[in-house]
Nanobody
Framework: VQLQESGGGSVQAGGSLRLSCAAS????????????MAWFRHTPGKEREGVAQ???????SYTNSVKGRFTISRDNAKNTLYLQMDSLKPEDTALYYC??????????????WGQGTQVSVSS
């Protein structure tokens, strides 16, 4: 599975960004709709953090720090995952990664990763 993120950039605190992740190269017999999808982020000096994930049925979950501000969604017809980020804070600055797995081994255990897109939030 190949994942390509886009939509990162620089924004002031309180602003919004929408990240996209285009997926392709699925396992034989499966489509994008069969994959659990997630967004992670990483800041130098910190561990990678799971931000949001969405199941094959559209059920979403979020890490506490982004609840009420971020919204994960998927468009199965376009093979694309989204992350709408509102009310951004400087602490949201990170490299954001898209991840996929047909059967995650654990709550945040995904096997396929994109290259990442940088989000920078200034105060």
């Amino acid at each position: 599975v190949q994942l390509q993120e886009s939509g990162g950039g620089s924004v002031q605190a309180g602003g919004s960004l929408r990240l996209s992740c285009a997926a392709s190269g699925f396992q034989y017999g499966y489509t994008f709709s069969n994959y659990y999808m997630a967004w992670f982020r990483h800041t130098p000096g910190k561990e990678r953090e799971g931000v949001a994930q969405i199941g094959t049925d559209g059920t979403a979950s979020y890490t506490n720090s982004v609840k009420g501000r971020f919204t994960i969604s998927r468009d199965n017809a376009k093979n694309t995952l989204y992350l709408q980020m509102d009310s951004l804070k400087p602490e949201d600055t990170a490299l954001y990664y898209c991840a996929a797995d047909r059967r995650p081994a654990g709550p945040w255990d995904f096997g396929y990763w994109g290259q990442g897109t940088q989000v920078s939030v200034s105060s």
